[in-house]
């Protein structure tokens, strides 16, 4: 039974990684960090593997719990720990100046990791509110707040106008 159990999870696992990882980039902005919240989350739904396995939507469920341990992550004291003075230069994304990348990435980075995973999950995955709401077991309406508050400190501090009408 416990092979079969690990083959379901490796079959499941191998061909999403790659999506969870770029999900986890977006939430955190660094590829290495992003590698430690994706191999922290595979390894608690590895433990649970028997009873996750049978959840109605488990991507879902698998996308919740890469969200929530950057939640967790974003928490600690550990995530403000920089070991060296500057971060390595990094090549830009195809596309957009890398200027321009580091200024949105550093005013994502300032907002609450609420708010942070609120507008990566809305705006750079695509979902609709009440998925994002599910993922992070809150009401909708907190996730279009959390939006509105997010866009808002984010155009403050990219010094951006708000859209003619002042909706988000």
Not at 59 to 88: C, K, M, Q
Request: proline letters at 5%; one cysteine or more.
């Amino acid at each position: 039974m416990r092979d079969e159990l690990e083959r379901q999870y490796v079959e499941y696992f191998q061909p999403r990684l790659p999506q969870l990882h770029r999900l986890a980039v977006m939430l955190c902005g660094d590829a290495d960090r992003a590698d430690d919240i994706v191999q922290a989350a595979v390894t608690t739904l590895y433990t649970r593997w028997r009873h996750v396995r049978q959840v109605d939507n488990l991507d879902a469920y698998v996308r919740r719990s890469v969200v929530n341990t950057f939640l967790t992550e974003r928490r600690g004291r550990w995530s403000r720990v920089l070991l060296t003075e500057a971060l390595p230069d990094r090549a830009a994304a195809a596309g957009q100046p890398a200027d321009e990348r580091m200024v949105i990435r550093a005013a994502l980075r300032a907002l609450p990791p609420k708010q942070q995973a609120v507008l990566v999950l809305r705006f750079l995955c695509d979902l609709p509110v009440d998925e994002v709401a599910e993922l992070l077991d809150c009401s909708p309406g907190t996730v279009k707040s959390q939006t509105s508050d997010g866009l808002a400190k984010l155009r403050k501090k990219l010094g951006v106008l708000a859209p003619a009408g002042g909706g988000a």
